[in-house]
């Protein structure tokens, strides 16, 4: 049983944030002292990457481990609601999945970073080192798009 009533619960879930989160800022401020530069959106790209390298031909999503349905502590689902959420975040792992496919069919290198992996200081370094070298490992460019 959810402690907030419906409409309170619908005012804290409207504000929750889809753009700027904290692990998104963290990860491009990494990236940035590390001396990449990116875009944070790219025109006609399916999914809307959080960062688009086009030099490196990378898109990175920095995801939410509760909304995208990671297998770590956090990644579990509200008790309230459950059937809803069960299907929410399948429905959102499906997609992630989908879009995946789709920049890789176009030639893009897609990378994630999850949120806890951005938790502890420590972890978040040794996660944006190891981002920075699988960029970096790919230097082939902006991806050109299928013709049809």
């Known amino acids: 049983m959810d402690i907030y009533p419906a409409k309170k619960r619908s005012e804290i879930m409207r504000a929750v944030r889809t753009e700027r989160t904290r692990p998104e800022r963290l990860v491009r401020s990494g990236l940035h002292r590390r001396g990449l ?4 959106s790219h025109r006609g790209l399916i999914g809307k990457p959080d960062l ?12 939410g481990c509760m ?6 502590p956090r990644g579990g ?4 609601n459950s059937d809803f ?22 030639g893009w290198k897609v990378l994630t970073v999850w949120e ?20 970096r490992a790919n230097r082939n ?8």
């Open 141 to 148: 460019g902006t991806p050109k798009a299928k013709s049809d």
């Open 37 to 40: 530069r990116f875009a944070r």
């Open 67 to 72: 909304w995208h349905g990671h297998d770590c």
């Open 116 to 135: 806890c992996q951005l938790s502890a200081v420590g972890r978040r370094e040794r996660t944006l080192s190891r981002l920075e070298a699988a960029i």
């Open 85 to 106: 959420w069960r299907r929410k975040i399948e429905g959102n792992r499906a997609r992630d999945a989908r879009v995946r496919r789709e920049l890789r069919s176009l």
């Open 77 to 80: 689902s509200p008790k309230s």
């Open 52 to 63: 688009v390298l086009p030099k490196y031909g990378t898109v990175v999503f920095v995801h």
